[in-house]
């Protein structure tokens, strides 16, 4: 115990955490701040699809995939007009398919106002489990997409 304090004390990391011995993570948050002011929906959905493509990537690699998505854009602190919205997305089934997660991100466009000049936006993706227990097979996720069949 006393060699771990003083390691720690040296800035020597003595105390493995928990994603590093298991590989697998409770949350992943993609999130960018931009350069330039954003001002339109369009801008927000580019950057929404990009973050979303790159989080899709990091749950591929952790073997992972995700039941709940939390999307949000926000304007800078200091704005004299402030905006944040976000929504909260249960997602059909865990997936990491970034079609799926690009489509349950733009569920917070209608939220996003033209003219606000939004500093930021980003996802997070919580829920998260193991890929290989919990993927429907492509049978299963297409009927669940298919339109109900009228007699």
């Excluded at 996003?112 to 500093?119: C, F, Q, T």
Aim: glycine share 4%.
């Amino acid at each position: 115990m006393v060699m771990r304090t003083a390691l720690e004390l040296r800035g020597v990391p003595s105390i493995v955490a928990e994603e590093d011995r298991t590989g697998r993570k409770e949350q992943l948050i993609v999130s960018r701040s931009f350069s330039e002011k954003v001002t339109t929906r369009d801008g927000i959905r580019q950057a929404l699809s990009i973050n979303t493509q790159q989080g899709a990537t990091r749950l591929v690699k952790h073997h992972q995939v995700a039941k709940l998505m939390t999307v949000f854009a926000g304007t800078s602190h200091y704005s004299e007009q402030r905006s944040s919205p976000s929504v909260l997305v249960k997602l059909p089934f865990p997936t990491a398919d970034p079609v799926e997660l690009t489509r349950a991100a733009h569920r917070l466009l209608p939220l996003i106002e033209n003219g606000i000049r939004y500093a930021r936006a980003g996802i997070m993706l919580t829920d998260l489990r193991p890929a290989d227990a919990h993927q429907p097979s492509s049978c299963s996720a297409m009927r669940m997409k298919r339109p109900a069949s009228r007699s």
